[in-house]
């Protein structure tokens, strides 16, 4: 339709094409995936259809993994073949399509095996056929024959048993293949890389170049450059991306590595203010416990550019600022001058040396232990408290400039007011593989650091991914963007679903794995996560919208795993994250009723059952006004709980009022009874014989 528009002329056609687009873009929610105002934007149509088109496109480039890998076993023919049209990217369809390269983007998932580019791979890759045609085609063959070929081999298995034997295993760096082909063969022995040399040069140029986007799109969105930020680093990220985001977190502060000859990073320098043309700007940095212990070197640069920073006297500079504020504060409660000095300086923070993780991951799930009130807002804000401190508690151990003190934690606790004032976080997300609800490590490490900043300020710092998936594109975006295209991509997609649904018992937890996620964005940071994208859930994973057959395929592969995503849900809408109407919650209760009766499907969360019980009934659904109004009398509410019954199990039936109507005559029973009477006769008579 946006095609269309466009090669319109002006007339009512094109205005009622126009109000279409617009209906669909609020029917499909794309306005919130893209914080649209879609009446401020009616006046000029132009610019909201340069956005759509824009971000359709974006969709249909997002790179979607099909399945799950199986140890030993190549993946479908169809899939490999699709890999390996994504590992050529691009220069494909340049080459095929040199007009118009993105003419593939507009046709659907499902026809992708009837376009151009497919059929051609799948006659020269899979079936085998000579190129005849143009040379740069042909050298795309050629490697794309290669990565063919290098997807079958079945290395995993002799990779496998010639390491139980001791023999020697040949090495290879791992990773996204899409992003890195070399990584084909699989079953090789994997190794990282020269931790030495971390930041990259190339890693250097790019990540200067997103810190000098972020933050301008902060100073855009905010009226001027921020004071704080915060950086979430990860081993395998850091291993994925050379370093960008670690050169991103130098940038922002203004310093930058200096390398020797080999390309190993010997020291840092101050970038010049007047080079600089900015403020330099503070950085808090939360440390994975994989990454303290990979990465200590780097932590050590960072560690001295803070340090540095705080010692410079220029205008604008905020990390002196803010080193100079927290040292009076922490002289002023009791500490030393040596310690104060040294804690004002002090801005990586990880959790304690030997432990991992920040503890959410499980925290979050169990979520009749945030605190049970009677009033569900104070609830939620108990709850959100009883993370973040825990959260705190877990990753407040201090690796400042002293590395001799690395890991000691504090009588008051450092990270906590480091954090405070930090205006926008950012991870970085590198592989096509791993998405936002993959595991539970994006929310655990960037949701919990906002929910941390929240609960100590009051409000929620701006979370940002720094998009690494297309290495000669690094972007900044918010996380609640990143997100939405993520769901909109992947886990809500028909193609992500069918695909998953092949893997039976695990597929099935890979789904509710998604939704356990999603819960837990929603927990340490609500303002990334819609009622509209829960609506979805339900629509796609219980009312089956496309059509998949998804009850039947979690009765016959994990029913406990459906059941479980619906109390997800149920719970989000009773702990008023999920706005929804009544009969969604009523569908959803009485599917785990449901589930539990047929299944044997328990919750040990009491408060949880209440809800279930309540819900199935429809909360007063059908109620007429009068009543309605009636019930609002304390008369009429303590009548009504008097008469209120629970209903276990599927199964409800409305009863007549008044007495209770007799059982009808079985004439069965009667039939049993005398059965069991002539044969315990016949048995005496019997024993009467023998004894005889």
């Known amino acids: 339709m946006l095609h269309t528009w466009e090669t319109m002329t002006e007339g009512e056609v094109r205005n009622a094409t126009a109000q279409r687009i617009v209906e669909l873009t609020a029917e499909l929610n794309i306005d919130k995936d893209l914080a649209l105002d879609l009446d401020s934007m009616q006046d000029n149509l132009a610019e909201l259809v340069g956005a759509l088109h824009l971000h359709l496109h974006d969709l249909a480039l997002q790179h979607q993994p099909l399945g799950l890998a199986h140890f030993g076993l190549p993946a479908e023919d169809d899939l490999r073949l699709f890999t390996v049209q994504q590992m050529l990217g691009m220069p494909l369809l340049e080459a095929l399509f040199p007009d118009d390269p993105e003419e593939l983007l507009v046709v659907d998932y499902q026809e992708l095996r009837n376009s151009k580019p497919w059929q051609l791979l799948d006659q020269h890759l899979r079936q085998g056929k000579e190129w005849q045609g143009d040379g740069s085609i042909g050298e795309l063959l050629v490697e794309g024959r290669n990565y063919w070929q290098n997807f079958a081999n079945n290395g995993e298995l002799d990779g496998y048993f010639n390491a139980l034997q001791g023999r020697h295993i040949e090495s290879s760096y791992g990773g996204d293949p899409i992003k890195s082909p070399d990584s084909l063969p699989t079953g090789r022995n994997l190794y990282g890389f020269d931790p030495s040399r971390i930041p990259t040069r190339e890693a250097w140029q790019a ?42 977190a130098m940038a922002v502060m203004g310093y930058r590595p200096v390398w020797d000859e ?114 569900n807002q104070q609830d939620r804000l108990a709850g959100e408290a009883k993370l973040a401190k825990l959260y705190l508690e877990r990753m407040q151990f201090a690796y400042g400039p002293d590395s001799s003190r690395w890991g000691e934690k504090g009588a008051t606790n450092l990270y906590a007011e480091q954090l405070k004032g930090v205006e926008g976080a950012v991870l970085a997300r590198s592989s096509n593989l791993y998405g936002m609800l993959t595991t539970d490590d994006p929310f655990q490490y ?236 016949g048995g005496a008579w019997r024993q009467s014989r023998r004894l005889a």
């Open 446 to 681: 960037l949701g919990g650091l906002g929910l941390a900043v929240r609960h100590l300020d009051g409000k929620s710092p701006e979370l940002y991914i720094s998009n690494l998936r297309d290495a000669g594109n690094p972007r900044v975006e918010t996380a609640a963007g990143f997100l939405a295209r993520d769901l909109r991509t992947r886990y809500l997609h028909p193609g992500w679903i069918e695909q998953v649904q092949k893997e039976g018992y695990s597929g099935a937890l890979e789904v509710l794995g998604s939704a356990n996620n999603l819960w837990g964005w929603q927990v340490t940071a609500p303002e990334t996560v819609r009622d509209d994208q829960w609506n979805e859930y339900k629509a796609v994973y219980m009312d089956d919208k496309y059509e998949l057959g998804i009850n039947e395929w979690f009765e016959e592969h994990h029913p406990h795993a459906q059941a479980q995503l619906i109390e997800r849900m149920l719970e989000a809408a009773r702990k008023e994250y999920w706005q929804t109407d009544e009969q969604n919650l009523q569908q959803l209760a009485q599917r785990w009723q449901e589930l539990a009766e047929r299944y044997d499907v328990q919750s040990n969360n009491s408060h949880f059952n209440d809800y279930v019980a309540q819900a199935a009934v429809g909360f007063g659904l059908g109620a007429t006004a009068n009543s309605a109004e009636a019930s609002s009398m304390p008369e009429a509410t303590e009548a009504a709980d008097a008469n209120l019954e629970t209903v276990e199990g599927q199964r409800l039936e409305k009863q007549q009022e008044g007495a209770s109507q007799p059982e009808p005559f079985d004439p069965m029973f009667l039939i049993g009874l005398l059965v069991i009477v002539l044969a315990v006769l």
């Open 207 to 248: 990540g200067q170049l997103a810190a000098q986007r972020l933050l301008e799109q902060h100073r855009d969105e905010h009226g001027s450059y921020p004071d704080k930020l915060a950086f979430s680093l990860w081993s395998v990220e850091t291993m994925r991306h050379f370093g960008l985001l670690e050169a991103q």
């Open 262 to 375: 080999g390309g190993r990073v010997t020291g840092i320098e101050a970038i010049p203010a007047a080079e600089l043309q900015r403020p330099r700007v503070d950085v808090v940095i939360s440390a994975t416990g994989l990454y303290r212990d990979h990465f200590p070197n780097v932590m050590k640069w960072l560690a001295q550019a803070a340090e540095q920073a705080s010692e410079l006297q220029e205008p604008d500079n905020r990390i002196a600022a803010n080193s100079q504020r927290l040292e009076q504060q922490f002289f002023a409660s009791g500490m030393s001058n040596e310690d104060a000095r040294l804690a004002s300086r002090t801005r990586i923070f990880s959790s304690e040396s030997g432990a991992y993780g920040t503890g959410l991951d499980d925290a979050t799930l169990v979520s009749n232990s945030f605190g049970e009130t009677d009033d």
